[in-house]
């Protein structure tokens, strides 16, 4: 989490610029861009509680099927950060930062695939 609150520091600038420019796009003054960059910390602080949701019902209430779930959105973010590395539009830290977070994730996926975290999970142990 410490990792993903950097990335979104780092990358406050592209994100809030990315926005304008999406608004501006469809047409929309400078009211609807302020309008949709304040929705942005909503936006990212339910991504985070929902990341907090799905390690919960992994590990406290051990329900299995959402490491399928963890799994799937891992490999999105892989996705999106090898379409990145042939694509580049974001800033180095934000895009570094980024990384990090998604080998992170990825690990952790691995390690809650381990026998041990199945038999866990199962409640075997």
Same mark, same amino acid.
């Given at each position: ?14 994100? =809030? ?7 501006? =796009?469809?047409?929309?003054? *400078?009211d609807? !861009?302020?309008? %949709?960059s &304040? $929705?942005? *910390? @909503? ?7 929902? /990341?907090?949701?799905?390690?919960? #019902?992994? &590990?406290?209430?051990? @329900?299995? #099927?959402f ?5 799937? %959105?891992?490999?999105?973010?892989? $996705? /999106? ?6 694509? *580049?539009?974001? &800033?180095?830290? %934000?895009?570094a /930062? =980024?990384?990090? /977070?998604?080998? $992170? ?7 809650? #695939? ?5 038999a @866990?999970?199962? !409640?075997?142990v």
């Amino acid at each position: 989490m410490i990792v993903e609150v950097f990335t979104v520091i780092t990358g406050w600038d592209w994100i =809030a610029m990315e926005i304008h420019d999406a608004v501006a =796009a469809e047409g929309g003054g *400078p009211d609807m !861009q302020v309008f %949709f960059s &304040s $929705l942005v *910390p @909503w936006i990212i602080g339910f991504q985070m509680l929902c /990341s907090f949701a799905l390690w919960a #019902f992994i &590990s406290v209430f051990r @329900w299995g #099927f959402f490491r399928l779930v963890l799994a799937a %959105f891992v490999a999105l973010e892989v $996705l /999106s950060i090898l379409i990145e590395i042939v694509d *580049p539009v974001k &800033s180095l830290w %934000f895009f570094a /930062s =980024a990384m990090l /977070s998604t080998g $992170l994730k990825v690990a952790a996926v691995v390690f809650v #695939f381990q026998q041990d975290a199945g038999a @866990w999970i199962r !409640q075997e142990v």
